[in-house]
């Protein structure tokens, strides 16, 4: 699983995507649980990729996700994958270069 923070066209959108399988929820949505610097859970609501693409789930509250991970050292995601069960992912915040502020919202 990747996340990808993409800055284009002056609006910065957070994504989740995988290289095999489907994320559960790219046809009707869904959520996923983000743990930052192992604090509490927060849910954060997701949208299929307009194009269809069932390896894709975008977060709607991008930029609030955003505003956490800027401080973070790290970040666990809990989101359902077809036919795996459900994993915490761990990424390392730390160190990240930020080259564009959050957009303003």
Request: proline share 4%; aromatic share 6%.
């Amino acid at each position: 699983m990747t996340l990808t923070i993409r800055h284009r066209d002056g609006a910065t959108t957070v994504f989740l995507s995988v290289s095999k399988g489907l994320l559960a929820p790219s046809f009707q949505g869904g959520t996923a649980q983000i743990r930052i610097n192992g604090g509490k859970p927060v849910t954060y609501t997701l949208s299929a990729a307009a194009n269809g693409r069932g390896n894709l789930l975008f977060f709607d509250a991008g930029q609030q996700l955003l505003r956490q991970v800027r401080g973070a050292k790290t970040m666990a995601v809990q989101v359902k994958v077809v036919g795996q069960h459900l994993n915490e992912i761990r990424f390392n915040a730390a160190g990240l270069r930020w080259n564009h502020p959050p957009d303003k919202q």
